[in-house]
């Protein structure tokens, strides 16, 4: 990619983690995936070593990485939770269905 500044793909990298940390925030998790291979891309064009300009970009993606870390734990733990509430749910309805169920006729053999 030529005519790029060398900081372009540490650039393009950081706009990619905010883009991330945005879907998150917003709930659209599912969009994540898609941002994948463009991470994947930006990753195999850096190089081994990043020039000192990159430094600010770097951090300011490490932040980021955090927070989305943490965004998709606090979701994360949010999902468990709401499964853990509706299997709870669940139990307790098959036991109300259980005890309302007709108990089938009692027929007095004896009259």
Do not use: F, N
């Not at 990619?16 to 917003?26: G, H, I, R």
């Not at 081994?48 to 600010?56: D, I, L, R």
């Not at 299997?87 to 009692?106: H, S, T, V």
């Amino acid at each position: 990619m030529s005519g790029e500044s060398p900081l372009e793909h540490y650039g393009a990298m950081l706009r990619l983690a905010e883009e991330q940390l945005t879907l998150v925030s917003d709930g659209e998790i599912e969009k994540l995936q898609a941002l994948t291979a463009r991470w994947d891309e930006l990753a195999l064009a850096m190089p081994a070593h990043p020039p000192a300009e990159a430094a600010p970009l770097l951090r300011r993606a490490s932040q980021l990485s955090e927070r989305l870390h943490d965004e998709l734990q606090r979701v994360r733990d949010s999902l468990v939770s709401e499964i853990a509430m509706s299997a709870r749910a669940g139990r307790a309805a098959r036991g109300y269905a259980l005890q309302a169920a007709p108990q089938g006729r009692q027929v007095d053999h004896c009259a």
